[in-house]
């Protein structure tokens, strides 16, 4: 399975920003999915889980309901709605699939390339 992601960019605190990961490989849709992110020199750090069925989700206690994972099993798509965006979501945004649901990066060997997302005035 090879991730694409996409939808990050700049924006001013409070703003909302989209990210998307697509795949053409119809596995993707029996594999859990995460977001992890990474600022600079620090590790890497869950931010969200949606399960393979759907019927499950988890955040990071940093994200407090500003966030919103989803799939779309037909186009083969993970999504994550970021809300009301501050300063210390600044980072590189990271979509994972995996068979095992956890909130450990190493758990998941499928990675997007990432996408920056950047908060600022």
């Known amino acids: 399975v090879q991730l694409v992601e996409s939808g990050g960019g700049l924006v001013q605190p409070g703003g909302s920003l989209r990210l998307s990961c697509t795949t053409s490989?119809?596995?993707?849709?029996?594999?859990?999915m995460a977001w992890f992110r990474q600022a600079p020199g620090k590790e890497r750090e869950f931010v969200a889980f949606?399960?393979?069925?759907?019927?499950?989700?988890e955040y990071a206690d940093f994200v407090e309901g500003r966030f919103a994972a989803s799939r779309n099993w037909v186009e083969n798509a993970a999504y994550l709605q970021m809300n009301n965006l501050k300063p210390e979501d600044t980072a590189v945004y990271y979509c994972?699939?995996?068979?095992?649901?956890?909130?450990?990066?190493?758990?998941?060997?499928?990675w997007g390339q990432g996408t920056q997302v950047s908060v600022s005035s």
């Open positions: 994972a699939a995996g068979s095992f649901a956890s909130k450990r990066p190493d758990r998941y060997p499928t």
């Open positions: 490989d119809r596995a993707f849709s029996n594999l859990h």
């Open positions: 949606y399960s393979g069925t759907g019927g499950y989700q």
